[in-house]
């Protein structure tokens, strides 16, 4: 019939379609015999052609059941069962069944043939010696050694809290006082973590490192971070020494940074070493910050 | 492969069983008709009218002309398949959760949920082969040594000499389907943790497997109860499945339907999880659902599977043919 449609249009306007399907009732109706027992099913229909003659159109085909391979007798005998229930009455239009129009794949935990993937980890791991293990701290679920923050198990739960669990960088470099990064796993308001910024003054640098962090200013041009090193480390422990250098001519700005584990070591540095004399130039050594006593 | 999604119930799915011949396909859920399907193509054949609370469970006849439904309206109905009447009501003081019919036809295994000052309890019925003869007695009960836990389900053994059963209180307990007697109890070590929410037979009987809400699958052998397999998923089971063509087991479930509300999308799972039988390695995922799975079924011939979510839908899924070149 769609054929019968599309011939009309080629021939006619559009606007004269109406007068010309009121001829199909002219015609005799569509005529279905079989399928007999060889599966010969003729189909007989009427229609008008280009000329507006009638012409009747005889189709046979052959059925064959392609079910019964599959399906057994009782099964097929089934298959003509009437409904009953609320499928009695059931609208054309209801659509209980649909085919879904999403292509469903069964999804794959790894790509076939990844399973070196899985040993790559391990590999890394070993490679890196012992401390490998403990380096693969996973982000999300703080983990350590066990995946890599992108293979995380819980990445979808966790996803939108990432932007929050993030650190400020470095802040595993700082303050011993802090709680260690594997070891927390309650919620920690920004501004009561490590790296907060309590003075809400000062440099990146200079909040992250304003745990017992002396100021050394006056330093010659060819002082370098072992020199000063070697220089602050009889006070005390020293966790970080910063020499500040200038990005452009590579040589040194004149002064620096020295952080000390305990702020008694950084008073007795500071009492000793500010106004002394170094590399003909006198050092000037301070709190980093503005203590607040 | 492009599933066929039915949307014959308006409330969740609970329970779907194919015919033998794998042609037919019934659905159970929480609105209070059972539902006929033509395992192919997903054409709804009738509606099953009579119950008045949810369907829990249902089971069908190895000729496919009888079916028998257990329903929270505290009735266990039997059915003609064909013309969808019902022909004999049980009626128990409390909702029926499961049923099954025994090989043969001529017994038939109800659980009964604790209810009021009712125990749970398992009942054994008698099948009549003409309708005109059923009769309400039981033939055996079983009353659970955990009487206010629920049971969820209780199948019947090789050569029905046992009853299998699972429930609330995570224990599997195997009976003599003669005697009444317990047989065996699975341990605390192996057992589950959490409830058993599902239990479904190997084709062949000789071993089960059983879903729970501790986020494993366990496979059983059917007549020692040894625990032969665990299936770790990340959600809990809601419904498992073995199949009868290959080595493979599906689990479905999914967070506790109160709570998905709650949390992202992401976070619920819902997808059937394929798993290799022996290996306990996970093969894939199929996703579709926008809810937990509340019933798996694998369809007798093995080449196809239809799950049934707490969104209403029966997702049939015919399998592709690169699901049976499958490798590890």
């Known amino acids: ?293 | 492969m492009r599933p066929i999604l039915m949307k014959g119930h308006e409330r969740p799915l609970t329970f779907l069983r194919y015919n033998r011949d794998g042609d037919l396909l019934f659905s159970c859920a929480k609105d209070h008709t059972p539902t006929l399907w033509y395992a192919d193509n997903g054409e709804r054949l009738g509606t099953y009218r009579g119950h008045n609370g949810a369907v829990w469970c249902c089971d069908i006849s190895r000729d496919s002309s009888r079916l028998i439904t257990g329903s929270a309206d505290q009735t266990v109905k039997l059915w003609d398949v064909k013309s969808g009447k019902p022909y004999f009501t049980f009626k128990f003081g409390s909702p029926a959760r499961s049923v099954d019919f025994a090989v043969g036809d001529k017994l038939a295994v109800i659980t009964s949920d604790p209810f009021m000052e009712r125990t749970s309890a398992i009942h054994v019925k008698r099948i009549a082969e003409d309708p005109e003869d059923q009769v309400a007695d039981s033939v055996l009960v079983l009353q659970s040594p955990e009487g206010r836990m629920r049971i969820n389900r209780a199948v019947w053994g090789p050569l029905n000499q046992t009853i299998v059963s699972g429930g609330e209180d995570a224990v599997i307990r195997i009976w003599d389907a003669e005697t009444g007697k317990l047989l065996k109890e699975s341990n605390e070590e192996d057992g589950h943790k959490k409830p058993i929410t599902s239990l479904s037979k190997s084709a062949d009987d000789s071993h089960f497997i059983t879903g729970s809400l501790d986020k494993t699958a366990k496979l059983w052998d059917m007549r020692t109860l040894t625990l032969i397999k665990t299936y770790t998923s990340n959600v809990p089971v809601n419904a498992v499945s073995i199949s009868p063509l290959l080595d493979h087991v599906v689990i479905g479930g999914g967070q506790d339907a109160s709570a998905v509300t709650t949390t992202d999308h992401r976070a619920g799972k819902f997808e059937a999880k394929f798993y290799d039988k022996i290996l306990q390695e996970e093969i894939g995922g199929v996703k579709g659902h926008f809810g937990p799975i509340n019933a798996l079924a694998f369809n007798p011939d093995g080449r196809s599977f239809s799950s049934g979510g707490e969104d209403g839908y029966v997702r049939l899924h015919h399998f592709d043919s690169d699901y049976f070149n499958i490798r590890i």
């Open chain 1, 1 to 293: 019939m769609t054929i019968d449609s599309q011939q009309k249009t080629s021939k006619f306007r559009w606007g004269e379609m109406d007068e010309d399907d009121d001829l199909d009732f002219l015609l005799p109706p569509k005529q279905v015999i079989g399928p007999d027992e060889t599966g010969l099913k003729t189909v007989i229909e009427y229609k008008f052609n280009d000329e507006g003659n009638k012409v009747k159109i005889t189709t046979r085909t052959r059925v064959r059941k392609l079910a019964s391979a599959r399906l057994n007798k009782r099964a097929m005998e089934r298959r003509s069962w009437a409904k009953f229930g609320d499928a009695v009455n059931e609208e054309a239009g209801s659509h209980l069944t649909m085919v879904s129009t999403e292509e469903i794949l069964l999804e794959r935990p790894k790509a076939p043939g990844a399973k070196t993937d899985e040993t790559k980890p391990g590999d890394l791991s070993q490679l890196g010696g012992k401390g490998g293990a403990v380096l693969m701290v996973c982000r999300i679920c703080h983990k350590k050694g066990d995946h890599w923050t992108s293979k995380c198990p819980y990445k979808d739960l966790a996803a939108p809290t990432d932007v929050f669990v993030d650190k400020p960088p470095g802040e595993t470099s700082t303050a011993p006082a802090a709680p260690g990064p594997g070891g927390k796993a309650a919620y920690v308001p920004p501004s009561m973590r490590a790296g907060a910024d309590r003075n809400a003054a000062g440099s990146d640098m200079r909040r992250r490192n304003d745990e017992n962090s002396v100021r050394v200013t006056n330093l010659s041009e060819d002082t370098r971070e072992p020199d000063l090193m070697e220089l602050f480390h009889p006070f005390g422990a020293v966790t970080r020494v910063y020499v500040a250098i200038d990005q452009k001519t590579g040589v040194s700005r004149g002064f620096g940074f020295v952080n000390f584990v305990s702020r008694e070591d950084a008073q007795r540095a500071i009492n000793k070493l500010n106004g002394y004399g170094y590399d003909n130039l006198i050092l000037r050594v301070e709190w980093a910050t503005p203590r607040p006593t």
